[in-house]
């Protein structure tokens, strides 16, 4: 099975993308009730990954943090899980953070609120089949920003917010090693969420290296759960 965002995205998301790296992007991020960044007190940052694609890229990348040690928060697509479900284990097991991304990573802004009641029941079934639970953060899929349907629906199901970020690594557009770690070295300071990808090589390549620059820089990868605390 390969799923990857960049199969999802459309023009109007690509005109989204657009809007986060203008002025507006700061606006946006303001006025949002999402959680886009953890406190700016400590270096602590979170680096998130949706999990969807390519099954060894995503063995790669745990690879990677296994052996650095360094947790992280992922985002599963339902679809993923389902064709996958013995990643759920790994993430679980090596203390990771294991979250809901919808059941098929559909635009979810564009969708009948039924459509969004089954993504979200759907990925959460699929967590709690696999877990035990329905894991305790939620990201909408095709959108950097929930909407007030959106965070309805959600906390109809047990979550209480849905995490956004503020830092887009853009490895889902398989940039190359160098651009994915500027992107994100570039804009992560204390407290940041980072978003990126399983199902892209240019993750696993940039990784090791961007995981160094991190320490160098003074900030060390968390959970969401540990960076948020008691926000969650």
Same mark, same amino acid.
């Given at each position: 099975?390969?799923?990857?965002?960049?199969?999802f995205?459309?023009?109007?998301?690509?005109?989204?993308?657009g809007l986060v790296e203008s002025p507006l992007a700061a606006i946006a991020a303001s006025a949002s009730p999402d959680i886009t960044?953890?406190?700016?007190?400590?270096?602590n940052i979170a680096l998130t990954f949706h999990a969807a694609g390519e099954l060894a890229i995503a063995h790669a990348i745990l690879d990677i943090l296994d052996s650095t040690k360094t947790p992280?928060?992922?985002?599963?697509?339902?679809?993923?899980?389902?064709?996958?479900?013995?990643?759920a284990k790994r993430i679980i097991s090596a203390g990771h953070d294991l979250g809901n991304h919808t059941m098929t990573h559909t635009q979810m802004k564009t969708i009948s609120a039924a459509? =969004? #009641? /089954?993504?979200?029941?759907?990925?959460a079934n699929e967590l709690?089949?696999?877990?035990?639970?329905?894991?305790?953060?939620?990201?909408?899929?095709?959108?950097?920003?929930?909407?007030a349907l959106i965070r309805k629906t959600a906390s109809k199901y047990g979550y209480k917010h849905c995490i956004?970020?503020? =830092? #887009? /690594?853009?490895?889902?557009?398989?940039?190359?090693?160098?651009?994915?770690?500027s992107n994100v070295l570039g804009n992560a300071k204390n407290g940041s969420i980072v978003s990126m990808h399983f199902g892209h090589k240019n993750t696993v390549e940039a990784l090791p290296t961007l995981l160094k620059q991190l320490e160098s820089k003074g900030l060390t990868p968390v959970t969401l759960t540990q960076l948020l605390g008691p926000i969650g």
């Open positions: 099975m390969s799923i990857s965002r960049r199969s995205l459309t023009g109007s998301a690509l005109a989204i993308a960044h953890g406190p700016r007190s400590a270096g992280i928060s992922v985002f599963a697509v339902g679809t993923f899980l389902k064709s996958e479900p013995a990643i459509k =969004v #009641d /089954s993504e979200i029941l759907g990925c709690k089949k696999l877990t035990g639970t329905h894991g305790k953060w939620f990201r909408p899929s095709g959108t950097q920003y929930s909407t956004s970020y503020e =830092v #887009d /690594s853009k490895d889902y557009q398989d940039p190359g090693k160098a651009a994915v770690i």
